[in-house]
């Protein structure tokens, strides 16, 4: 063996899994250079608008402008018709009655906002006052009275 052949890289195989681990890397690299050149274009599309010194806006320039924004278009896949989703094939609303799942969520908030009504009520009352003894056996019923009666 030649020392040359020692140094030559060993071929390697791209796989379904390497394009699929890379997509969207690649994709990102696709837009920021998508993006380089429409700064580019616009760039150079304002600076005719600007001037005015009776050059019209270059049409090259238009035309490599659309093709970009198609390409990016493409990208992310704007032009793509997704397929209607019908309420059968639909595992997450399949046989939810909606009425009744908005009504317990709907209760759910109701007993929150009351628990929070309560809790702001307590904090701006202060605490509620200590009654002293004589305070307790005035407020009792005289028919109630646990004492004997003689």
Same mark, same amino acid.
């Given at each position: 063996?030649?020392?040359?052949?020692?140094?030559?890289?060993? =071929?390697? &195989?791209?796989? *379904? /899994?390497?394009?699929? #681990?890379?997509?969207? @890397?690649?994709?990102?690299?696709?837009? !920021?250079?998508?993006?380089?050149?429409?700064?580019?274009?616009?760039?150079?599309?304002?600076?005719?608008?600007?001037?005015?010194?009776?050059?019209?806006?270059?049409?090259?320039?238009?035309?490599?402008?659309?093709?970009?924004?198609?390409?990016?278009?493409?990208?992310?896949?704007?032009?793509?018709?997704?397929? =209607?989703? &019908?309420?059968? *094939? /639909?595992?997450?609303? #399949?046989?939810?009655? @909606?009425?009744?799942?908005?009504?317990? !969520?709907?209760?759910?908030?109701?007993?929150?906002?009351?628990?929070?009504?309560?809790?702001?009520?307590?904090?701006?009352?202060?605490?509620?006052?200590?009654?002293?003894?004589?305070?307790?056996?005035?407020?009792?019923?005289?028919?109630?009275?646990?004492?004997?009666?003689?």
């Amino acid at each position: 063996m030649t020392k040359v052949e020692e140094l030559e890289p060993t =071929p390697r &195989e791209l796989t *379904d /899994d390497d394009i699929a #681990t890379a997509k969207p @890397r690649v994709r990102w690299l696709h837009l !920021q250079r998508y993006e380089q050149l429409w700064d580019r274009v616009q760039e150079r599309v304002q600076q005719d608008q600007d001037h005015d010194n009776g050059r019209p806006i270059d049409p090259r320039f238009l035309e490599i402008g659309i093709r970009i924004l198609k390409e990016e278009a493409a990208l992310y896949q704007m032009g793509r018709v997704l397929p =209607p989703v &019908e309420e059968e *094939d /639909d595992p997450s609303i #399949t046989g939810v009655d @909606r009425q009744a799942l908005v009504l317990a !969520q709907l209760e759910d908030l109701e007993v929150k906002r009351q628990a929070q009504a309560e809790d702001l009520r307590r904090r701006t009352e202060g605490p509620a006052p200590v009654p002293t003894p004589d305070q307790e056996s005035s407020n009792q019923d005289p028919g109630l009275d646990p004492s004997p009666q003689p």
